[in-house]
């Protein structure tokens, strides 16, 4: 019994650019799949073809027990899409457009009224909701976007990119909106270019790249597969980096002399990978004190999903958002798509 969402093998090229190189994926009812990838990866064209947009070239999906390719229509009435553009139209007001979207669904007017109040209010949108969307912020279309793909709550939602573009308030609002949904039954897709975005949200996470899934699973599970944590050790005088080495590579997790130990002379740095956390750390503290070596700092770090991004793809995710478009209420783009993209002197972990 194929999940919420089911697809395999799909492939889709555009011209000489292959989109899609054979993308498999299983959503289980109820539960959130992100999709987690880089400009271009085919994150788009994945939803496009799961929501009847675009047909693929080959492959076969399932969603909400419907084949996408032989009933788009029945697969229509069943999901809701929001996508990575908002499409409001921008001379209704927030209200008319939701209204408009219930009556589309063939909802009285009653009730249309009623869920497009409720659904301005859920997405603080009550104060502007007889504008007209043209006046509206980036960061204002984008709920309105999303407010509209909820006018009846199907049970298989996709939002493309639901929060690019948002300021952190927004966007932490609209992750306790979508908590809600889900918490209700929905079965959702999203994709995102935040990882920590994927790292909320998300039961399970698929990174795709180059048209494919190249990795699956819950945001721990990845992060093991990065190569768990370390030990990072700063010693105050150069001439203790040999000792603390030495001493550190006892506790590295292959143990000694495999050459896991690695030391970054000019930061008088020395890492190693470790299993046994806190308490592992306090004894290397001991140790390092009964030795008397000196030091500046000492830290356990963990891998973070940007460590995993890095490790799978080779490059940073979040980088190069210039063409991301909208922005936020107060019209900044957020700091944090910016930044986490460009940190410099990342090397991959491969
Ligand atoms: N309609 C189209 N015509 C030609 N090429 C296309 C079309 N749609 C997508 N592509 C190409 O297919 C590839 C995948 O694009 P897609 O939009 O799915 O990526 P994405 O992961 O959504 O990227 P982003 O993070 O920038 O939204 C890209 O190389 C893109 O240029
Ligand atoms: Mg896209």
């Given at each position: ?17 292959k989109?899609l ?5 299983e ?36 969603v ?12 229509r ?40 109040d ?14 007209i ?11 309105l ?6 006018v ?75 190569g768990?944590e ?15 080495s ?13 050459g ?35 030091i ?10 940007d460590?995993?991004?890095?490790s799978?793809?080779?490059?940073v ?10 922005e ?23």
């Amino acid at each position: 019994m194929p999940g919420a969402i089911y697809a395999e093998g799909l492939v889709k090229s555009f011209g000489k650019v292959k989109a899609l190189d054979g993308v498999d994926l299983e959503v289980p009812e109820g539960t959130v799949l992100g999709l987690l990838g880089p400009n271009g990866a085919g994150k788009t064209t994945t939803v496009r073809c799961l929501t009847t947009l675009l047909r693929p070239d080959r492959g076969k999906a399932v969603v909400a027990g419907l084949d996408v390719l032989k009933q788009p229509d029945a697969v229509r009435r069943s999901i809701g899409l929001s996508g990575q553009f908002a499409a409001v139209d921008e001379y209704l007001t927030g209200r008319e457009n939701l209204q408009m979207v219930g009556q589309l669904y063939q909802m009285r007017a009653k009730a249309a009224k009623v869920r497009a109040d409720e659904l301005l209010e859920q997405f603080h949108l009550a104060d502007a909701a007889d504008r007209i969307a043209k006046t509206y912020s980036g960061g204002m279309r984008r709920r309105l976007d999303l407010a509209a793909a909820l006018v009846v709550s199907p049970p298989v939602m996709f939002m493309d990119e639901p929060t690019t573009g948002l300021d952190p308030r927004n966007r932490q609002q609209l992750w306790e909106v979508i908590k809600q949904l889900v918490s209700g039954g929905t079965t959702l897709l999203l994709t995102t270019q935040y990882l920590e975005e994927a790292d909320h949200l998300a039961h399970d996470i698929a990174v795709v790249d180059q048209g494919r899934v190249i990795a699956q699973g819950t945001s721990d599970q990845l992060k093991a597969r990065t190569g768990g944590e370390r030990v990072e050790v700063v010693v105050h005088d150069r001439e203790h980096i040999a000792a603390a080495s030495a001493l550190l590579d006892k506790f590295s997790l292959r143990g000694p002399g495999k050459g896991d130990t690695a030391v970054e002379d000019h930061m008088r740095k020395i890492t190693t990978p470790v299993s046994g956390g806190a308490k592992l750390l306090a004894e290397i503290i001991r140790e390092l004190d009964a030795d008397g070596i000196e030091i500046d700092d000492i830290g356990l770090r963990r891998p973070t999903l940007d460590d995993v991004f890095l490790s799978l793809t080779g490059h940073v995710a979040e980088a190069g958002r210039e063409d991301a478009g909208d922005e936020g209420d107060d019209g900044k783009r957020t700091a944090e798509g910016q930044d986490r993209g460009r940190r410099p002197g990342k090397e991959a972990v491969k």
